[in-house]
């Protein structure tokens, strides 16, 4: 016999679910917060608008980039192990996963959604093709685009509904971006450009990244919702920016690296205000790599000091510059 629930002690349900939900979500928010804050107090590593944490990966990762951060504090990588094979790790409430895509020879990680889906990249011993992958809860899929058996793409961003952006490689501009939803790919070419590169895209539909118009030879960055492009330029950017954004979060804000007028700098850019922030004391940068919904970000810097030349990966909090 099935069983019948009555429609207002569902509703009553999903809003406990609902309030459940959003209270887990704050809390998340709040120990990422005090914790990230406590340690840098405590090391003296407050820069700016920011404040920054080493990241040390576990072993077999200790050597591991991370590139993807979720909103759940979860962050997602590539790493190298002794015999030079590519894995995949995330590193959940300090327990550290390790991963490869059945049957390859090496495997890398591009991006992690809100819910804990990896898209990357992986070989196969003898093919000289690169393949993609999409993971979730355990299971694999390789990511082909529907229409397109033999194009040669990238994959760069993925949100929680399980759509992924990247590019289209041609030998011929334009070298155009792509959405892929529900089996439908959209093409994404900024007007003029020879090349669109999307970086991320967010649960709202949100995409960001960079594009190229070779005759003026600069490298400024976009941000697209439902076919409209608009242009992200930070104020003091040089008059040919490079210009970099890695991510955008569930919230809104946009992260990336950037040229001004001296040196180089992070940005972030929510409801049409950019803010600026530096690496930690004793580090040149940084490059941005990722950003979530409760304002943490990663980063990497070299050091100048004093041991010159080395990268470090940080985990930093910024809900000031947000």
């Not at 120990?31 to 407050?46: D, E, H, L, P």
């Not at 104020?235 to 490079?242: G, L, N, Q, R, W």
Request: with cysteine.
């Amino acid at each position: 016999m099935k069983s019948h629930t009555p429609s207002g002690s569902r509703s009553h349900r999903e809003a406990r679910s609902h309030r459940k939900a959003l209270y887990l979500l704050m809390s998340a928010c709040f120990i990422a917060a005090t914790a990230t804050a406590a340690f840098s107090q405590a090391a003296g590593s407050t820069t700016g608008k920011c404040s920054f944490k080493t990241l040390n990966f576990p072993a077999p990762a200790t050597n591991g980039q991370a590139v993807a951060l979720n909103d759940l504090g979860g962050i997602a990588g590539t790493f190298v192990d002794s015999k030079n094979v590519s894995h995949g790790f995330l590193l959940f409430q300090g327990k550290l996963t390790t991963f490869r895509f059945p049957h390859s020879s090496g495997t890398t990680v591009s991006d992690m959604s809100r819910n804990g889906i990896i898209v990357g990249d992986f070989s196969v011993a003898g093919d000289p093709k690169l393949h993609h992958y999409m993971a979730h809860s355990g299971g694999f899929h390789e990511i082909t685009l529907p229409g397109r058996p033999n194009a040669d793409f990238t994959v760069t961003g993925v949100n929680a509904n399980g759509d992924v952006v990247g590019t289209i490689n041609s030998d011929t501009p334009p070298s155009n971006g792509f959405l892929l939803h529900n089996g439908k790919v959209t093409l994404l070419s900024f007007p003029g450009a020879d090349i669109t590169q999307p970086t991320s895209i967010n649960d709202a539909g949100v995409v960001v990244g960079g594009y190229l118009i070779q005759a003026v030879n600069s490298n400024p960055a976009f941000m697209w919702k439902d076919g409209v492009f608009s242009n992200i330029k930070p104020p003091d950017s040089i008059p040919e920016p490079f210009v970099f954004p890695s991510k955008v979060s569930n919230s809104g804000v946009v992260v990336g690296s950037y040229q001004p007028e001296s040196g180089g700098s992070g940005f972030a850019l929510k409801d049409g205000i950019y803010a600026k922030f530096g690496a930690p004391a004793g580090f040149d940068g940084p490059t941005v790599l990722a950003v979530n919904k409760c304002d943490n970000i990663l980063i990497q810097a070299t050091q100048i000091s004093p041991q010159v030349g080395k990268t470090v990966s940080f985990k930093g909090f910024c809900a000031a510059a947000f």
